[in-house]
């Protein structure tokens, strides 16, 4: 079965950037501190981002992310989703117009004009034609940025909320939960590690 997994870092008082995010500075000040254990050498650390990456039958991000990692600072052969870990998945951008050009043509990208719903239901479809190829289960995979990841949790549209909680606080940024409470949600397991603590939820 598909399941749709938001999956994000977060510092301590909640901010998923550092204070200033912009195209030249994605994650702001100080956010490269958010992922840390991504990079790290600890073998829980790579068991998750390997498990996590290997489950991906597509992946949805927003535009102002897209612009991130599509700009000529952002992925490149050793940086980038799953990169050393797994093959591409597809990626579903959310985005009011799609770009002219795309700098990472290697990646199969599509732009869904249309919403958050419609973006995950089209990452939805590509997951399980994703599994159908590889005979397993593949899931769907919100990666980001906060905007995107609130905007389906208030839609009802996530089963498995991931938080890496990376022990910095920030003082600022982009929160993950701006002036709301999350959805209900069930703790389903607590990994901490030498650089984060891993909390994975099911959302009512």
Known sequence: MTRIIADISVSLDGFVTGPDPGPDNGLGTGGEA???WAFSDDPEDRRL???GTARSGAVVLGRRLFDIVDGPGGW???TGYG???VGKPSFVVVTGTPPEAVRLTDLDWT???TGVADAV???RERAEAA???AGRDLDVVLMGGGALIGSALDAGLVDILALHLAPVVLGGGTPLFPGRAPRALVQRSVTPTSTATHLTYDVL
């Open 34 to 36: 958010l992922h840390t």
């Open 49 to 51: 981002l390997r498990e």
């Open 76 to 78: 490149d052969d050793t």
């Open 83 to 85: 990169a050393g870990e």
């Open 111 to 113: 732009f869904v004009t």
């Open 121 to 123: 239901a089209v990452a």
């Open 131 to 133: 599994s159908a190829a």
